[in-house]
């Protein structure tokens, strides 16, 4: 049995603020101890349940944020950014049973601790054929056009009940409840360690590869929060404006979905200006 996890830092132990995951600032140093913690627990969790192989897929800003040398040594990490799948890299090559979504958030738009779709601030909406869209939710229709089911997530609680809607039957565990963007009543990563790996080894079961799932096409809209970005936006082929800060566009299937999604945020990304964004 092989299990991926995907990695983002928003919903770790610990985290309620920009700076914490910002890379270069000590409060980002401090908190990598807890992410790496979560995502430990999680490895652990999963051999604990017969896993034969767990890889872990950085998925956070750089991409360069875990300690690899406090992961248990019968796990491989994947660190770096430019991936084909980014979050979920790894999840195409046919031989993962399951992925585990640790230290993951709420989207654009919605309640929960630093919430956000890809962009920190410039989105404030994404929909999936009509439908508000977490990151999870969005890489949860990747990994099954694979025949992956996500097995786990954690985050805060509001990225857990997000879940319910993308992996009803999946292990969540809250490590902190959402009080604001920028507040949470966080639980000491002793704790979160504990039930973190508690999930994991239960849901180690639940690793089963299913049929890959064809539901395509995929319409993907994504509301910004300034006119100038919708316009930028419209370079990637395929994207066109349905707003004045709204763009939307169709794929056949989510691999080439998630592809265009990330052209059209790095698009998004580089037409902010440092004043006046």
Sequence with gaps: MKILISADMEGATGVTWPADVLPGTPQWERCRAMFTSDVNAAVLG?????????????????????????????????????KSLSMVEGVQHGDVDGIAFVGYHAGAGMEGVLAHT??????????????????????????????????????DDVACEDALGYAPEAPKVAVKDHVSRYAAVCRPPARTATDIRAAAKQAAALAVRHEPRDNGPFTVAVEFDAEHLAMAATVVPGVSRTGERKVAYTSDTMYESIRTFKAVTTIASAAVEEEYG
Aim: proline content about 1%.
């Design 46 to 82: 999963f051999l604990d349940g017969g896993a034969d192989e767990v890889l872990v897929n950085e998925a956070h800003w750089t991409m360069r944020n875990l300690l690899l040398e406090r992961l248990d040594e019968r796990a491989q990490m994947l660190t770096g950014r430019h």
């Design 118 to 155: 890809y962009l920190a601030n410039q989105i404030t909406g994404v929909w999936l054929d009509g439908v508000r869209a977490s990151e999870g939710l969005l890489n949860a229709h990747v990994a099954a056009e694979y025949g992956v089911p996500v097995v786990l997530v954690t985050g």
